[in-house]
Every structure is written in structure tokens, then in C-alpha cells.
């Protein structure tokens, strides 16, 4: 499934200087190239198309596309479009940037010309941009159809003098009719708009746009996208007073397999969009006329128009606005180049302002918000103020419903709009001016005030100000505010579908990351918002709860030279409650206070608003909830009440849907826990039983012009367009920003989400905060100084002990490996082993509770120099049963000391990419930092690990053998009950070993044998190593063996046993077979440890080796290195229009182009663990670090020679292409290798079975013969 571009996508591109002069010699190319072509069009053409060149395609008014023919194309090659025998043209031209992309091309040239009404500075204005949102507000203007767009890079911005001017780089999307045919095509443009003179001394306007290619905007190939070519010129030239002439040259490729017949229409439709620059720039400049101005237009003989407000994306906020003909005439009349200095001047002072307020107004970003800090006064002020604000609340509620039985007194509140069942209403203001009343005053705290009475103040700019006094709660502390304003309340009633539970989950929040995600989801135009204390938060009763203070602040971007922003500072609380009947209710208010560290800034651009909400919610059927609010705001200053309720209106109807946000918030949460509810196992039966028919209604996807349908994001399975549900969830969200992204599911699962409870997401989401806060809080346990852990020596016998156990656990393994080939036609049996989990071609079973069998007797403990040994067994098993090939279930190879009940046994089956040198090169660790890279990969949420004693290091003889004692820190699972770490300290041990290749031979000593390695981790008890239960950890148990055949050159056949158990007091078993099952599916990244351990290696050489350079020639710095100008292993040039962008990788240092350099994984260790950071390198250190063998794990750094610093490229060149050429041959023998061996073992079984035949035939030979006699 494809991800949706945006330009939210796209990077800032930085050019360097090198590149800014490319673009200018380009665009001074295809400049001179389209003015001859437009000159030889004047002058000696008269204006006149060649008919026998050029095919008419449409018109619009007075403009004419026309198409270059077919056999001219086809015939010339030179490009010369207009078919001229001038022999003005400089040669240099047939060959410029429009001409070379067409010539390499089947799609044919473009040709506009005609005239529109107007000037060349309307012209010119209507098609200039500077910026995102103004290209944007000129694709919608011109209805070029574009799906996005965005200024990447600005080179030249307009100036004064010449206010049309713009250089940069620009980014665009294009989607065509029937997308499951024709994918959408994207475009990085190179764009240049200015004037110039032509050969007559005639000033005309040119835009220049060519496509270009950067090294940091590949194409999205993965995306479903196209690169698609662009070449256009447009000019404009005054030819009356009031018309302009346009001529454009426009040649477009849009790649892929698509038909002349589609393009040429679709770009002819665009082309005439262009021609509209004039009717831009009148909108254009009635939208500036509006905002100078200030104040209402005349609605008399109206003429409509459409202005766009906010361009902040490509869903543009379009505003229908009627204009008088008086002003349209009047705009017309305007001088487009008066008005595009004047928003140039607006512009360079809004740039001004908004930096004088970023370094002098702290209020404007609540990362700068500071938290606060409450007394106990602050604490007993604020919960005497929740108590007021709740009894108000309910008092009115209840009147509402139970006394007046939900209905609205038409006298006293007057419609002000609905949305679906809510309505919304006001005050009258005959009702507000009689019910008004003055309270009286009571100090209550001196750093929290939580009502006011208001008393007028001027800012500067004569903004009217009301400053706060603290005033009592006779009346309550809303009606109190409002009392002290001539602002009316609001309130809001009426039923929308959902839950209680899921508007309680949906309003809820406990930090700021999920206040910003509510705020997200409810789409309330805040700007910004940020939780500044905590008073209390959820528990098990109320996993909803919340009390606190939060801070919001909301601008009006399209307002702003009218309307300043406004911040709110307002203590919030959210509970449940029952009503005086029972009723089971939820209930949250805000309402503004002021406090002490957070004063408000009267100097400032924003103004503190006063507002006081109460909601109550009340389930009346099982899908339908009762929603009621009563809200007062007074923005302060000087803003129409008009503007004031409409504006709440929206924003009480928008916020009211609280159902919905909760659902969403469910979406994100089975999203994140995916795998809890739709298993693996599902997913593979999806796949082999997935047919081309939606998963909800079984409509067949299979059609011409019907798409594929699109894939669940939950169950993994197909869907139609009309079963697919949409979704904007919140991937991430911190304290300072969010990042949203788009979920595709069924309507199956989508319907799932609405009726799975969102009680059970509130109690586990608490669960997991208190984890956390219990995580912090143990965090600084671990990791544990190295000087608090225990030293552990190993005497001669212990070590000679732990080898025979080990070697007992893989001869079991090898014998249970065995029994599982010379059956593996028939696969595992079913009857024993029951599927858990898989990735890719490997499967783990889980043993049946009935199909329970050992056939291994074991020791219950062995204890042995203070040290007990968990599944030892007194004797290895070294002989083989007489039945052992017949036995139908394995047995683990290392047994638990606990009863079968608590203990389950796996096994692991399949293949897997790669080769098992590198396998075990990953595995083997000889000191701390290679252990933590090992662990850091392997498992997940490592809070510690050790290497406490290594018995057998690995030696130039024996590189990957490895027998030790290590100790190992999981943190606390964030699924289930468990709350505490998980520790173990175990034996490892991996080595290379042989097996017998088959055993249908008799005689057991002459079967050929087969290397394979192995890899063993059982838990310990060390009597000198200590439980850390002080730290809140556990101790756990588990035992495993693993074994790595080499199948083909590049597969490995991995088997594998494990037992696998927790610590008694765990009652819940139905996630641990699962658990350890995915700890299992892990050994598939094994080959990427081993990877990211050369490669981590190999930057720690080639840093040894710079250090050591750069200490040789400090006394003597040598000359810097030149840039190069080619690729070191393909060999393409750099060009800025050729997509050849050199990088240096940061191993080998060459300098290698965008194809040949790879992202690979490497370890940043900190002396204890670790982090893992990717890097960029070429391939040929990639294929280095990939391809392990037992001479290369010795030395895995580069070859000497490529120490030194070669003088030109091509010694580089040639060294790179003879380690390319010496890795292929080291990969070749060893293939030979393998299928040599694999020749001699089948040979030898063949040699010993004609053997036997033949001594078999000569008996019978003979005894015949002795009959005979």
C-alpha cells in the first residue's frame, strides 16, 4: 500500500554556489533558445502559424494550442519549431535545454499564442509567486489542477524596483482521471520569472520553467509517482493598450506508458489555464483591496467573486464575496505593479514584526511556557474553585433537562446555527441587560484569581483591556464573569451517536502530547496548547480523571492585520459524576484564572481571554449521547460580537462531536497494538486465501477501470474504495509538535473500533503512564556501575563441566534435527506441534498440552562448586536409542527444573538469507560493546547487560567459538500485568560442529558428515551472582538451542528447541509462547548484527587510521581535497541536470554517486549500551560487510592499500574494482567449494551402496555356486 505524497513530504533543498550558477546558465540557455524561436515568430513570420508544421489541438477566447505534427518531428530532430528559413538562429540554440529534452523524447512540442484583456503587468503579477502559500493561491486561481505544490528553494526574491521578479525551485503533484490506470506524476522545476528586451528594444515579461534533479529530492518511485519532464516558456508582450499577446513553448514527458492521445489534451487544458494571469491578478488585488480597506463593501449591484483566505495547504479555505461594480472597475483600474510593492512592503514588515516578537515574546510557543509551580493556598483555591464551577454546572443541567425536560425558553436564547441534532444558541440581550448583577469582592488568594469584574484600559493601538480583580461565588463563577461583560453566553444542546465512555476517552487528557492530539482530532483551530500543571489524574476507578492548568493560544492568520492572537490560561477538570437521580454522567469545565507566573502581557500582540465552559454528557440509548454546554468568552478588545459568537459557534459545533475523537484515539491504539488482536497466523492465512473480492462486501477488484482496492491497515485484508474508511491519526506527538498520519481500514475493523470499549483503553493506557512513571523512576538502577557487579571466576572443572552440558544440549539437538529431516516431507506433525508465529520462511510451534512427551530424563538440579545448573543432565547422551528415528515428537534439549505445566517448549523451523559464518560472527562477543550491540539488536527496551566471564574466547584459529557466562536486562513489558524488569544470567555458547548427512547407512562410522553451526543460551544460577529484587527486577528462565545449517551458498536451515518459563507467581500463561516465540523469530536478525559489527568496526579503523594522518601531517598540512567529478564505481560524471550527485562514504571515503551508495546500520556504544544510527556508504563496503567468511572475521577492515590516499580517480576507480572483483571470486570458491563437498558426500554414499551390492551379489554368487557343486 502506497502512502500519499504531500509537500509536507518535501525537504528544504539547499544549493550550493556551484549549483545556483548551473541554474542560471540554464535558464540563460533556455531563455535565448525560446526568444529567437519567438523573434523569428514576430518578425519574419508576421505572427502566422505554419499549418503544414504545426496541428491546431483547441482554443479558449482568443488563445490557440496547437501541436508540432508527427512526420515534421519525426523528420527534423533539431527542433525548429516554427519551421523558419532565418538564418538568424544561432546553432547553439538547436541544441538547448528544450530542444536536447525533446529530442530524446516521443511527445510532441507545444505551441500557445494569442491575446487576453489587459496589461503585461497584470500578466505578469497574476502568474508571480514567492512563496508556498502564493503559488498555491495562483494554482487555484488559474485552475491548474495541480494536487500540491510548494516553493522548495527561493534564489532571487522580488524587490522594489522589480516587483514581479522571482528565482527558485519549485515542487508540484499532478493526478490524472482513472488513477488505477495512470499514476500521478510529480515535477522538480527550476523557475525563473523576469523581463527582458527583445532585438526591437520592446520590454516583454518571460517565466521560465525546467525541470532539474537534486540529490536530496530523489523520486518516488515507492510511492506510486513519476518523475515527469517539463520544458515551458511563457512570454508576454503588450501589443494594445488593453490586450497582451502571450506566446508559449511548452514540451512535456510524462514517462511512463501514457498515450499521446491522454497527455496532449491534459496539457493543453493546462496551458490555457495559464492563460488566466490576468483574471488572477484582478482577484489578486481585490483580495488586497479587502484586507486595506478594512471594513464592508457595498452589496448593491453585486458582482460575485471568490478570494482565497488561507493557503496553508492545498485544501484551500475559498470565501464567495460580493463585490459592487464600482470596486470591480475601480481594481481594474488599479497599477498591478503599485500593488504587488505595496504586499511587498507589508511582507518585508510582517517579517520584521514577527522576528521582533520572536525574540521579545516568549507567550507565542508553549515550549517557552514555563511550568508552574502551585502552593498548598494555589491547590485548596483551585479544588474550592472545581466544586463551584461543578455545582453550577449541574444546577443548570438539571433545570435544563429534568425541570424544563430539554427544551429551550425561545425568549431567552436565540438560534444561532445547527449541525445535525445540536443546535446552538445565544443570549438575547434584553435577557442578559436584566439578569445582570454586581458581586461583591472577597479576597480568596493572592496568586490565583478565578472570576473578575472588568475595568477598562487602553493598549496602544487603542485596544480596550480589562484587568482582573477577585470577586465572590455568590452567583457562580461563570455568571459572575459574564455579569461583568456585555458579551452574551452561549449554550449548545442536543444528541450525537456514540458512548459515554468513548466522549470521556475522547476529551481526556493527562500531558501535553495528548492535549495536542485532542486538539488534532477535534479540529478546534488552536494554534497552540500545552498542560502547565497537575493536580490529579486517573486512577482505577476514573481512568479519565483529570484536573489541571492549561494554556491555549489561538491566532487568526487571515485576520491578522484586524484581529490580534488571544491566549487563554484556564484551570480544567474532567470527572465522572451521577446527577441527582442517579444518572450516570460526565463532566468537564474550563474557566480562566490568572496566575502569578504566568502574568498576562499587556505589551505584547496577544490578549488574555477570559472564558468560562461547562459540558455535561448523559447516555440516553445505548448509541446516542446527550450533549449540553454553556460557555462565555469575552476576547477583550475592540472585536464585533458578531464575529466573536460566530467564531465560538463553529468552534463549540466542531468540538462537540466527542464520540468521534475517542474512536479515532481507538483506531490509534489497535494500530499500536496490532498484533494483540490480529496474529500473525492470520496474516499468512490472508495471504493464501486472499482473492481479488473486498473483505466487507465481497465486491469483486479485478476490472479495467477498477483499481486493486487497497489493504486494511488492521486485518490485513483487501478492500473497495466504498468499504475503506479514512482516518487522520497521530502517529506522534510531543510537547512541542505532532505528526500526523493517514490509516486506511475496512469498514469491518472500523466498526470494531467504535464498539471495543474505550473503559479498557483508559485503564490500560493509566496502566502504562504508571509504568512509565515507576520506569523513570527506576531508571537510574540501571544500568548498574560495573564496580557493583560481582566478579565471577570459573575453576578448570566448572569450565570442563559447562562444556560437556553444552555439548550434551547440541547432541540432542542434532539427534532431534535429524528425526525432523528424515521427515520433512511430511512436515512437523500437527498432532504435536501446534503454529504460533512466522516471518518470512521461518515458523515457530508451540508443543500440544496432550502431545507432551520426553524421552530425555533429567536431573532436577545439579550443583556442583556453589554453582546449580537449571536443566543439566548428570550424563551426556552420546548414544544414540535404537529407536530414536522413529520417536514422534522432539524433545527440548535442555529441560527445566519446574513441572510441565509451567514450561513451554518450542520449536523453531525454516530458512533464512545468508551465510552461517557471518550468522555465528555476530553471535560471537568478546568484550562489552560487542555484547550491547548484540542485545541492543536482538531484543527490545535493554536496561543492562554484562559479560561476567568468558571460559573459551574466540582464537585466529577457532574465530567463532565462544563459551561464557553473560547476564541480560529487559525492562518491563509494556503488555500485561507485568510491572517489574526482567534479568537472567545464562551460558552461551556458539562454535561450528559436524552432523552426519544421512542415516540409511548401517554402518554409522563411515557416514559423511557435514559442518553446521551452533548456537546455546541456558539460564544459570550463580550462588555469587545476586537477585536484584531491590531494583524491581526478576529473575527469569529459559533455555535454547539453536542450529545453522548451510542449505545453499547463500541459505541457511535454521532448527531450533527451546524451554522457556518466568518466575513462579505468574498466574496469565497466554502471551509467554507468543513473547518468547517473537525472542525466537529474532535469529532472523542475526545476519544485520553481524553487518552493522563489521561495518561498526570498519568506521573504527578508518577513524584510527584518519586520526593517525591527520597527527603525521599537523606540523605540515597538505592540500584539501579536490572535489571529484566522478562517481568512483560507475563512473558517471557530475552534472546538475544529470542526476549524478557525489557523496563521500563515510568508510572508504571515495566519493560515489546516489546509485551506489547504500543506508546501512551502525553501534554508537557509551562504555555500558548503546544506540544504533544509520549511515550512508557504498556498496562495495556494504558487500564487504555482508559477505563474512572465517579468514575475513579475523580482519574485517578494508585492505592496506585502501589506507592511502589515491592522487587521481581512476587508481580509486581501478583499486574499488578489484576488491569488487576479489569479493566475487572469494564468493565463488567458496561456492565451489560447497558443491565439491556436496559431489564427494553424494559420490561416497554411491561408492558405499555399489559396495554393499556387490558384496551382497557375490555371496548369492557364491552360495549359488556352492548349490551347484
Known amino acids: 500500500m502506497s502512502r500519499r505524497l504531500t ?141 500540491d505544490c510548494a516553493v522548495l528553494q527561493v534564489i532571487e526574491s522580488p524587490s522594489h524596483d522589480e516587483p514581479f521578479d522571482f528565482m527558485g525551485v519549485i515542487w508540484y503533484l499532478k493526478s490524472f482521471p482513472f488513477s488505477s490506470v495512470m499514476r500521478s506524476r510529480d515535477s522538480l522545476t527550476y523557475c525563473h520569472m523576469h523581463s527582458t528586451s527583445l532585438r526591437s528594444g520592446e520590454r516583454v515579461g518571460i517565466n521560465l520553467y525546467h525541470s532539474i534533479q537534486h540529490r536530496a529530492l530523489p523520486e518516488f518511485a515507492d510511492m506510486n509517482v513519476l518523475r515527469a519532464q517539463v520544458s515551458l516558456v511563457v512570454i508576454f508582450r503588450q501589443l494594445e493598450p488593453q490586450k497582451v499577446e502571450i506566446f508559449m513553448m511548452n514540451f512535456l514527458d ?152 430539554c427544551r429551550v425558553d425561545p425568549a431567552r436564547w436565540k438560534l444561532l446555527r445547527a449541525k445535525g441534532e445540536l443546535q446552538v444558541f445565544r443570549e438575547r440581550d434584553c435577557v442578559k441587560h436584566s439578569n445582570q448583577s454586581t458581586p461583591s469582592h472577597t479576597d480568596r488568594s493572592p496568586s490565583i484569581c478565578y472570576s473578575t469584574e472588568t475595568s477598562s484600559t487602553l493598549t496602544d493601538d487603542g485596544l480596550a483591556l480589562r484587568k482582573t480583580a477577585v470577586t465572590a461565588m455568590e452567583i457562580g463563577p461563570r455568571q459572575s464573569m459574564a455579569a461583568n461583560s456585555s458579551m452574551p453566553c452561549i449554550l449548545v444542546t442536543g444528541s450525537t451517536n456514540g458512548t459515554l465512555d468513548d466522549a470521556l476517552y475522547g476529551i481526556t487528557i493527562h500531558d501535553t502530547p495528548s492535549l495536542r492530539t485532542r486538539i488534532v482530532y477535534q479540529k478546534s483551530g488552536v494554534d497552540d496548547a500545552a498542560v502547565v500543571a497537575t493536580l490529579e489524574t486517573g486512577n482505577d476507578e476514573d481512568p479519565y480523571r483529570f484536573m489541571g492548568i492549561t494554556w491555549f493560544l489561538k491566532d487568526y492568520p487571515v485576520l491578522n492585520a484586524v484581529v490580534r492572537p488571544r491566549d487563554l490560561l484556564l484551570f480544567t477538570s474532567i470527572r465522572q459524576s451521577t446527577t441527582s437521580r442517579g444518572e450516570r454522567i460526565g463532566i468537564a469545565f474550563y474557566h480562566s484564572i490568572t496566575h502569578r507566573d504566568l502574568p498576562e502581557h499587556s505589551k505584547s500582540s496577544v490578549i488574555r481571554v477570559q472564558n468560562s465552559l461547562s459540558i455535561v454528557m448523559r447516555q440516553l440509548t445505548d448509541q446516542r449521547l446527550e450533549i449540553f454546554m454553556i460557555n462565555f468568552v469575552d476576547p477583550l478588545g475592540r472585536v464585533p460580537e458578531m464575529f466573536v459568537t460566530q467564531d465560538i459557534a463553529h468552534a463549540l459545533l466542531t468540538s462537540a462531536d466527542l464520540p468521534t475523537t475517542g474512536v479515532k484515539k481507538k483506531v490509534n491504539y489497535l ?63 510531543t510537547n512541542t509538535s505532532t505528526t500526523c498520519t493517514i490509516a486506511e481500514i475496512c469498514v469491518r475493523c472500523f466498526m470494531f473500533a467504535r464498539k471495543f470499549p ?39 572443572q566448572e569450565h570442563a563441566q559447562r562444556q560437556r552440558e553444552v555439548d550434551s544440549a547440541v547432541l540432542q539437538t542434532m539427534e532431534a534435527f535429524q528425526h525432523y529431516r528424515d521427515q520433512q516431507d511430511r512436515g512437523v506433525d500437527g498432532r504435536m506441534w501446534k503454529p504460533i508465529a512466522g516471518r518470512e520462511k521461518l515458523s515457530v510451534f508451540k508443543e500440544r498440552r496432550r502431545g507432551t512427551a520426553s524421552t530425555i530424563s533429567t536431573d532436577s538440579s545439579l550443583t556442583r562448586d556453589g554453582v546449580s545448573w537449571t536443566g543439566a543432565e548428570n550424563e551426556p547422551h552420546h548414544t544414540r536409542a535404537a529407536g530414536s528415528r522413529r520417536r514422534a515428537s522432539y524433545s527440548a534439549p535442555l529441560e527445566s527444573d519446574r513441572s510441565m505445566d509451567s514450561t513451554r517448549r518450542l520449536l523453531l523451523v525454516g530458512e533464512m538469507p545468508g551465510r552461517v559464518e557471518s550468522l555465528l560472527y555476530g553471535l560471537v562477543t568478546k568484550n562489552q560493546e560487542e555484547l550491547a550491540l548484540l542485545n541492543t539488536y536482538y531484543y527490545e527496551d535493554i536496561a543492562d547487560c554484562a559479560l561476567l566471564n568468558v571460559m573459551t574466547p574466540p582464537t585466529a584459529d577457532r574465530p567463532l567459538e565462544f563459551l561464557g557466562y553473560k547476564w541480560l536486562v529487559k525492562r518491563a513489558p509494556t503488555l500485561g500485568r507485568g510491572k517489574r524488569h526482567r534479568d537472567a544470567v545464562y551460558i552461551e555458547s556458539c562454535g561450528l560442529t559436524t552432523m552426519p548427512v544421512s542415516q540409511d547407512v548401517d554402518d554409522e562410522d563411515d557416514l559423511p558428515e557435514e559442518t553446521i553451526g551452533y548456537h546455546v543460551m541456558q539460564s544459570v544460577r550463580l550462588a555469587r551472582f545476586p537477585e536484584w529484587e531491590y531494583r524491581n527486577c526478576t529473575r527469569m528462565q529459559h533455555g535454547a538451542c ?173 583499486i574499488a574494482i578489484l576488491d569488487r572483483f576479489q569479493r566475487m571470486m572469494e564468493l565463488r570458491e567458496v561456492a565451489e567449494s560447497t558443491y565439491q563437498t556436496a559431489r564427494r558426500n553424494a559420490a561416497l554414499v554411491q561408492q558405499q551402496q555399489e559396495e554393499q551390492e556387490r558384496k551382497a551379489s557375490s555371496a548369492s554368487f557364491n552360495s549359488s555356486i556352492g548349490d551347484f557343486c
Open 7 to 147: 509537500a509536507a513530504m518535501m525537504p528544504e533543498l539547499e544549493l550550493s554556489e556551484e549549483d545556483v550558477q548551473e541554474l542560471k546558465v540554464l535558464g540563460s540557455e533556455l531563455r535565448h533558445e525560446v526568444l529567437t524561436q519567438y523573434e523569428d515568430f514576430l518578425f519574419n513570420q508576421q505572427r502566422q502559424v505554419d499549418k503544414s508544421r504545426w496541428k491546431f489541438v483547441r482554443s479558449q477566447e482568443d488563445v490557440h494550442v496547437y501541436r508540432e505534427r508527427d512526420d515534421v518531428k519525426a523528420g527534423d530532430r533539431s527542433f525548429d519549431p516554427l519551421g523558419s528559413d532565418s538564418r538568424t538562429r544561432s546553432t547553439a540554440m538547436e541544441i538547448g535545454p528544450m530542444a536536447a529534452m525533446a529530442a530524446n523524447s516521443d511527445m510532441p512540442v507545444m505551441m500557445v499564442t494569442g491575446t487576453v484583456p489587459g496589461t503585461v503587468d497584470d500578466a505578469r503579477y497574476g502568474s508571480t509567486f514567492h512563496d508556498t502559500a502564493t503559488l498555491r493561491q495562483r494554482s487555484v486561481y488559474q485552475n491548474e489542477y495541480m494536487e
Open 254 to 405: 510524462p514517462l511512463g506508458h501514457l498515450s499521446e492521445m491522454i497527455v496532449v489534451p491534459e496539457a493543453s487544458k493546462t496551458l490555457l489555464a495559464i492563460t488566466n494571469t490576468c483574471d488572477t491578478a484582478q482577484r489578486r488585488k481585490l483580495r488586497w483591496l479587502v484586507r486595506e480597506r478594512r471594513r464592508q463593501l457595498l452589496k448593491d449591484r453585486q458582482t460575485p467573486g471568490k478570494l482565497v483566505l488561507s493557503a496553508s495547504s492545498m485544501n484551500l479555505d475559498m470565501k464567495a464575496i460580493d463585490f459592487c461594480l464600482a470596486c470591480t472597475m475601480e481594481v481594474k483600474r488599479i497599477p498591478a505593479r503599485e500593488v504587488a510593492q505595496r504586499e511587498l512592503e507589508e511582507q518585508q514588515y510582517a517579517a520584521r514584526e514577527s522576528r521582533v516578537l520572536r525574540d521579545s515574546d516568549d507567550l507565542l510557543r508553549s515550549i517557552s511556557i514555563p511550568p508552574l509551580e502551585l502552593t498548598d493556598d494555589d491547590e485548596f483555591e483551585l479544588r474550592h474553585l472545581a466544586a463551584d464551577l461543578e455545582r453550577e454546572a449541574m444546577v443548570a443541567f438539571e433545570e435544563f433537562t429534568y425541570t424544563h425536560e
Open 671 to 733: 494500530l499500536r497494538h496490532r498484533n494483540r488482536f490480529w496474529s500473525s497466523q492470520d496474516d499468512d492465512e490472508a495471504k493464501d486465501s486472499a482473492t481479488a473480492c473486498c473483505c466487507a462486501c465481497s465486491k469483486r477488484l479485478a476490472g479495467f477501470f477498477s483499481n486493486n482496492g487497497s489493504v486494511c491497515q488492521l486485518c490485513r485484508e483487501l478492500s473497495c474504495t466504498k468499504c475503506l474508511v479514512t482516518k487522520k491519526i497521530v502517529a506522534e506527538a
Open 758 to 796: 474505550a473503559y479498557r483503553v483508559a485503564q490500560e493506557e493509566l496502566g502504562r503512564r504508571r509504568r512509565g512513571q515507576q520506569s523513570s523512576a527506576m531508571r537510574p538502577d540501571f544500568p548498574i556501575p560495573r564496580a557493583h557487579l560481582p566478579t565471577i571466576d570459573v575453576t578448570p
Open 1042 to 1214: 539453536f542450529l545453522f545449517r548451510q542449505a545453499k551458498p547463500t541459505t541457511i536451515e535454521v532448527f531450533a528447541l527451546a524451554n522457556v518459563e518466568y518466575h513462579a507467581g505468574h498466574k496469565r500463561m497466554s502471551l509467554r509462547p507468543i513473547l518468547h516465540a517473537e525472542q525466537l523469530l529474532a535469529v532472523s536478525r542475526l545476519m544485520d548484527i553481524a553487518e552493522a559489527k563489521r561495518l561498526t568496526l570498519m568506521i573504527k579503523k578508518r577513524r584510527a587510521i584518519r586520526e593517525e594522518r591527520h597527527e603525521g601531517t599537523r606540523s605540515k598540512p597538505g592540500p584539501l581535497k579536490e572535489p571529484a567529478k566522478k562517481c568512483a564505481l560507475c563512473r558517471q560524471r557530475k552534472r546538475f541536470y544529470n542526476v549524478v550527485n557525489l557523496k563521500d562514504c563515510v568508510i572508504c571515503e571515495d566519493d560515489v554517486c546516489a546509485k551506489c551508495r547504500v543506508q546501512r546500520s551502525v553501534f554508537l556504544s557509551d562504555g555500558t549500551l548503546g544506540r544504533i544510527q544509520r549511515i550512508e556508504c557504498c556498496k562495495s563496503c556494504a558487500i564487504s560487510a555482508a559477505s563474512a567468511t572465517s579468514a575475513s572475521c579475523k580482519e574485517p577492515e578494508r585492505p592496506d592499500r585502501d589506507r592511502v590516499a589515491q592522487p587521481e580517480g581512476g587508481s580509486r576507480y581501478r
